[in-house]
Each structure stands twice: as C-alpha cells, then as structure tokens.
C-alpha cells in the first residue's frame, strides 16, 4: 500500500470515528429532548429503564444481535470484512454514554426547548450519518442489517430502511408495554426522527459534495 493510500485510509477511519461520535451527540440531545429517541434506539433505551446498564451498553448489545441477524441471513455470503461492526458500534456505544454525561446538566424547561432539542437532534444525526457514509468503509449494524434485506428482496434501500425503522419503533412499543406497562421514549420525536434524517443525509450530499471529494478512496496527486 502507498503512502498516499496510507493515508487517505487512516483520513477515512478517522473521519468514520468521529462521525460515530457525532451520530452519539444526536442520539443524546433526543434523550434530553424527551420527545421520543430515534428509531433504532428505541429499544436500547426502553431496556435502560428497566435494568441497570447504560444506553450505551445496551445499544453495544442490541446492534449485535442485529449482526448476528445479518450472519444468519446471509450464511456463507457473509463478508468477515464486516465483523468491523462490531468494534465500531462497541466505540458507538461508550460514544453514547460519553455524550450522554456530556449533557446531563442539559434540562428542558418547556415544549419549546424539547422540540428545539429534538430537531437539533435530527440535524446532528443526520450529518454523523452522512460523514460515515462518505468514508465508505462500513455501516452501523442497523444500516448494515437494512442493505442486506434490500439486496435480498431486490427492494430500493430508502424503502427498507423506512420499513425497517418502522419495525424498530414497534420493537420499542412492545418491550416498553412487556417491561414498564406504558410507552417510554417513543413519541412524536421519534416519528420526526424517522421521516427527516433521511432527506437530511440526502441535503448533505447534496449540498457538501467536497467532503466526498475530500474522503475519496482514490485521490487525485
């Protein structure tokens, strides 16, 4: 491997790390807007209002059992290359908590301050998403979990991932109604959250075509 490719490999990494980190951020400003966390942290978070471990180490655990999923689905065609899940979304998950004390002090004093929080939250997410998209070196398990049932159905990939994020919100329901006999942390936020990152990673492609240029597999000299 050359050195520019050294480099622009290690550019890449970082540039997946800390987009990690600002997907965590996201992920904590829904919890402190108290309006409903996002789709794929539904479940995680319906699970830390049960039992004693943290958002973060729930959402390790439950992304996971989400690419345990995808070994099952896919069996031999499985790419052991993308086992670097694992390790990204261990890094995710103490991200979460990391944001999680960062803003503890963080209180929402009216509606107003929760859906600022809220689409603030959205934003942030949003970009995090886009950033490691850029990098093209993998996915979050969630997103991974989506490709593969869109290649196996031969579904257009935004279809599934709004079939998908529904499921995860129906998840989050029914282990919120099993374990706490109420609905926690799924609310209008979490629909905003469904329906806008999306068209917000969309907006960020469209609109910041130099970071893609920047993260290049393939740089110009």
């Not at 980190?21 to 309006?35: E, H, N």
């Not at 993998?138 to 279809?159: C, E, Q, R």
Request: aromatic share 10%; proline share 3%; charged share 10%.
């Amino acid at each position: 491997m050359t050195k520019t490719k050294t480099h622009n490999l290690l550019k890449r990494c970082s540039a997946f790390i800390l987009g990690l980190f600002i997907v965590a951020v996201g992920v904590a400003l829904s919890v402190k807007a108290q309006l409903g966390v996002s789709p794929i942290s539904c479940t995680p978070y319906v699970l830390s209002l049960k039992y004693s471990l943290t958002l973060g180490e729930l959402t390790i655990i439950f992304n996971a059992l989400l690419i345990i999923i995808q070994i099952l689905i896919l069996r031999k065609k499985y790419k052991l290359a993308q086992l670097i899940q694992l390790p990204m979304v261990i890094i995710f998950g103490y991200f979460i908590d990391l944001a999680m004390h960062m803003f503890s002090g963080f209180n929402t004093s009216s509606y107003l301050w929760q859906a600022l929080y809220c689409i603030l939250s959205c934003v942030v997410m949003a970009f995090g998403i886009f950033i490691i998209v850029q990098t093209d070196i993998t996915y979050l398990p969630g997103d991974g979990l989506t490709v593969v049932i869109a290649n196996i159905l031969k579904k257009d990939f935004g279809k599934v991932k709004i079939a998908f994020d529904s499921s995860m919100v129906v998840l989050g329901m029914l282990s919120s109604l099993f374990l706490l006999h109420s609905i926690q942390g799924i609310r209008e936020g979490t629909i905003i959250a469904a329906l806008s990152v999306g068209y917000l990673v969309k907006f960020y492609s469209d609109k910041l075509p130099m970071v893609n240029m920047w993260l290049a597999k393939t740089p110009k000299n």
